[in-house]
C-alpha cells in the first residue's frame, strides 16, 4: 500500500523560495510519475508541475516555468519542488500524486489531473505574503 506524505510547506515573503517534498512509502517502486498540484479555495485545482521518472520527461505550468524545478532522489520515491521567487498568487495548497503506466500519459499536460491519479496526498499549505 504505496502512500504519499507533502511536507515543506508554510509561511514565506514574497520573493523568497520553498522546497515542498513528496515522500512515497510502501511499494513506491511501481511509481511511474509524480506530480505537484495546487488548489486555492473556490478555484479549481491545478497542476504545477510534474515528472515521468522513467524517462526523465518534465512539465511545468507556465505560472512557474523558470521559477520551479523538479528534482528527485535516486529511488524516484521521493518528488521535490523548488520554486523560487513566490509570489502570492503561489498561495495555495500544495498536493503530490503519483501513478503507473498508461494514467501517465496525461500527468505531464497542462491538462492533467490530479483525480485522475491513484495515489493522492494530503497537501501542505503554502503561503505568500506580500
Known amino acids: 500500500h504505496v502512500q504519499l506524505v507533502e511536507s515543506g510547506g508554510g509561511s514565506v515573503q514574497a520573493g523568497g523560495s520553498l522546497r515542498l517534498s513528496c515522500a512515497a512509502s510502501?511499494?513506491?517502486?511501481?511509481?511511474?510519475?509524480m506530480g505537484w498540484f495546487r488548489q486555492v479555495t473556490g478555484k479549481e485545482r491545478e497542476v504545477v508541475a510534474s515528472i515521468h521518472g522513467t524517462t526523465g520527461k518534465t512539465y511545468y505550468a507556465d505560472s512557474v516555468r523558470g521559477r520551479a524545478t523538479l528534482s528527485q532522489d535516486d529511488a524516484r520515491t521521493t518528488l521535490y519542488l523548488q520554486i523560487n521567487d513566490l509570489k502570492p498568487e503561489d498561495s495555495a495548497m500544495y498536493y503530490c500524486a503519483a501513478d503507473q503506466g498508461l494514467s501517465c500519459w496525461g500527468a505531464l499536460t497542462s491538462t492533467a489531473r490530479f483525480d485522475d491519479l491513484k495515489l493522492r496526498g494530503q497537501g501542505t499549505q503554502v503561503t505568500v505574503s506580500s
Open positions: 510502501g511499494a513506491a517502486r511501481s511509481i511511474e510519475c
